[in-house]
């Protein structure tokens, strides 16, 4: 079942801006990934960060975690027309031994050149 | 990381028929998972598939309607059933990665049904 919530649905940037979204979830996590989707098409991971942690970086991502407010936030710093995609927060519950993921409603990206 | 294919990647179908659709991947893999992405939503588990064992279905998917096979650690098939217009959605498989952490995608079959 879907525990995260994404905001915004939809966000429109030119090319070198930067994009942040934002990611609720519910219940307590032992980790929040990144994924992106291009075109409907399979989607792929981009970054995870344990509930340990509070900030992550990778290339031009950056992720930050607020367990206290069960949020995350993605930000694509100067970002390119190859960003245009759907972006998803997915939650792994903090008990688990079936390694099931729990998908956000995502946030689409449209960068303009 | 795992490549995943999956056939076929779109189809139309009538509604009544049934529609089964492949996932292989290039590696061994214990858990493997079928999701649902109906017209721009997110994407729902609909079950995850061990080899060796029955799926295991989430809330709201049964086996009748979606019948899914599990023969080796780099194939699966999930079958959608009696299919209607509201089945028209992309089908997802993905495999967990080496640390069971991530999940690999395959790209997705793209499912009309008229």
């Known amino acids: 079942s879907q525990q995260g919530e994404e905001d915004p649905q939809a966000l429109s940037i030119q090319e070198g801006e930067n994009a942040t979204m934002n990611c609720s979830y519910k219940?307590?996590?032992?980790?929040l990934q990144w994924y992106r989707q291009n075109s409907g098409r399979g989607l792929v991971h981009l970054i995870l960060?344990?509930?340990?942690?509070r900030e992550k970086h990778s290339g031009r991502l950056r992720v930050t975690l607020d367990t206290s407010k069960k949020s995350s936030s993605l930000l694509i710093t100067a970002s390119r027309a190859a960003d245009t995609a759907s972006y998803f927060c997915?939650?792994?519950?903090?008990?688990?031994?079936?390694?099931?993921?729990?998908f956000g409603a995502g946030t689409t990206v449209t960068v303009r050149a | 990381s795992a490549v995943i294919s999956q056939k076929p990647s779109r189809d139309i179908c009538q509604r009544g028929t049934s529609l089964t659709i492949q996932c292989q991947v290039d590696?061994?893999?214990?858990?493997m998972f079928w999701y649902r992405q109906q017209p721009g939503q997110s994407l729902t588990l609909i079950a995850t598939?061990?080899?060796?064992?029955?799926?295991?279905?989430e809330s709201g998917f049964v086996i009748d309607k979606f019948p899914i096979s599990r023969p080796n650690l780099t194939f699966s098939t999930l079958t959608v059933s009696n299919m209607s217009p509201e089945d028209s959605s992309i089908y997802l498989c993905?495999?967990?990665?080496?640390?069971?952490?991530?999940?690999?995608f395959g790209p997705g079959t793209r499912l009309l049904v008229l």
């Open positions: 993905s495999v967990s990665g080496g640390n069971q952490e991530t999940q690999y």
């Open positions: 590696s061994q893999v214990t858990m």
């Open positions: 219940t307590s996590i032992n980790n």
């Open positions: 598939a061990n080899q060796g064992s029955e799926a295991t279905y």
């Open positions: 997915a939650t792994a519950p903090i008990i688990s031994n079936d390694y099931k993921l729990s």
């Open positions: 960060i344990r509930s340990n942690e």
